[in-house]
């Protein structure tokens, strides 16, 4: 059972570039998060979704996008990279609710 | 919306003595409390949960207890070990989209 899986674990990117943070969950969740966990921070909850074409914005959601196209995948898509959103970013997933998140190894990304 | 706040930030106990990380929380619907538990490099791990219809859990020799009319409550660790080093983060769940609010962390030395 491999739970929430991340990819990749690191990337460097260029200011203006784009890229998207993959996020899948094998244990037919429900609900899907997406944090970032800045140094020395908490984490601060960026999109998330209650279903499979369902999305909502969180606490931090400008500069970001996501889809929930499936109920297994929850990617979440940078647009123009900027050193602000250099932090580390984790992929969490919920079966319902008064049940605990399940959490990702994380992304590291770097804005340079 | 919600508000958590956790002290201390930083915690350094003798291997063998008890930690006690704090957080006060701001929405009184707020209705499930969990603790996690993350290590260099890894993704957040639940360690325990509490309900608001309880007022506290025990798993060995970790503890939690929660206060609703203070808003209020504790993670309690005894006999720490040096695996007890880690970074602990208190959270709160409001019931739309089950979203979780966390405190900024606690991180927790424990010294041989």
């Known amino acids: 059972n491999a739970g929430v899986t991340q990819t990749p674990k690191f990337r460097i990117l260029k200011i203006g570039q784009s890229m998207t943070l993959q996020c899948t969950q094998d244990m037919n969740h429900n609900y899907m998060y997406w944090y970032r966990q800045d140094p020395g921070m908490g984490l601060k909850l960026i999109y998330y979704?209650?279903?499979?074409?369902?999305?909502d914005k969180g606490e931090v959601p400008n500069g970001y996008n996501v889809s929930r196209s499936t109920t297994e995948d929850f990617p979440l898509r940078l647009e123009l990279a900027a050193p602000s959103q250099t932090s580390v970013y984790f992929c969490a997933s919920l079966d319902r609710g008064n049940q605990p998140q399940h959490f990702g190894d994380g992304t590291r990304l770097s804005i340079l | 919306g919600e508000n958590v706040e956790q002290h201390p930030s930083t915690l350094s106990v003798q291997e063998g003595d008890s930690a006690v990380i704090k957080c006060t929380y701001s929405?009184?619907?707020?209705?499930?409390f969990p603790w996690y538990k993350q290590e260099l490099g890894k993704g957040p791990q639940l360690i325990i949960d509490?309900?608001?219809?309880?007022g506290e859990k025990k798993d060995q020799r970790i503890a939690v207890t929660l206060n609703k009319t203070a808003k209020h409550f504790s993670l309690h660790i005894t006999e720490t070990q040096p695996e007890d080093s880690a970074v602990y983060f208190c959270a709160a769940r409001t019931a739309a989209g089950n979203k979780l609010t966390f405190g900024g962390g606690t991180r927790v030395l424990v010294k041989p």
């Open positions: 979704s209650v279903g499979a074409g369902i999305t």
């Open positions: 509490i309900r608001s219809n309880v």
């Open positions: 929405d009184s619907a707020s209705n499930y």
